[in-house]
């Protein structure tokens, strides 16, 4: 029972480029979320997804796009990275709906140049 | 709107002693939901604990317990019998669901620090 994972743990991009950040749990949570954290704060939604085949946005979802794949599988997408979107990335699920307890996957530390 | 409030940017707390981590909200939703978690240096997040907004009594699991004031629309985490594995980041947040959708926020946090 492995919980939440990400990939990747870690990753550099240049300004344009784009990139996918795959998660997946397996508790057979229904809402799954991905969130942003700078140095210093704490964290921000960008989008989540109540349910398979839903998604919403979060705080701060401009530059991203998301996907639930199926009820396992919720990725977050960045067309064109920009120096602003270095963060650590958390994806994170919740069994039945939002505002249920989150459980958080180990992150994923974006730099982008 | 809904904001999190922690005051403390750091605590310092002696091994074996019971420390307290303030956490203020504001909001206008009737049914939310209180959470604390723990960030260690490795950045992982740990779910310690929980409070619904209708629960009348206060959250505990195990050494730390949730101090739910409702009226003054305080969270604070009280952790007892600090240990030195409780030094990092913690984190107050807040999730709610009414007719602008989901919303959760989260505190800017409080560092503490356990010394022997």
């Known amino acids: 029972n492995a919980g939440v994972t990400q990939t990747p743990k870690f990753q550099v991009l240049k300004t344009g480029q784009s990139m996918t950040l795959q998660c997946a749990q397996d508790m057979n949570h229904n809402s799954m979320y991905w969130y942003r954290q700078d140095p210093g704060m704490g964290l921000r939604l960008i989008y989540y997804?109540?349910?398979?085949?839903?998604?919403d946005k979060g705080e701060v979802p401009n530059g991203y796009n998301v996907s639930r794949l199926n009820k396992r599988e919720f990725s977050l997408r960045l067309e064109s990275a920009a120096p602003s979107q270095t963060s650590v990335y958390f994806c994170a699920s919740s069994e039945s709906v939002p505002g249920d307890t989150q459980y958080f996957g180990p992150g994923t530390r974006l730099t982008v140049l | 709107a809904q904001k999190i409030t922690q005051t403390q940017p750091g605590m310092f707390v002696q091994e074996k002693e019971a420390v307290t981590l303030d956490c203020t909200y504001d909001t206008s939703d009737q049914s939310y939901g209180l959470f604390w978690y723990k960030q260690p240096s490795s950045g992982e997040m740990i779910f310690l604990i929980y409070q619904g907004s209708y629960d009348e009594q206060n959250a505990t699991e195990g050494r730390y317990s949730l101090n739910f004031q409702k009226a003054r629309k305080s969270a604070n985490l009280v952790i007892s019998a600090s240990q030195l594995g409780d030094s990092a980041m913690y984190f107050c947040a807040m999730s709610g669901v009414n007719t602008g959708g989901f919303k959760t926020i989260f505190g800017a946090g409080t560092r503490l620090f356990v010394k022997a």
């Open positions: 997804s109540a349910s398979e085949g839903t998604t």
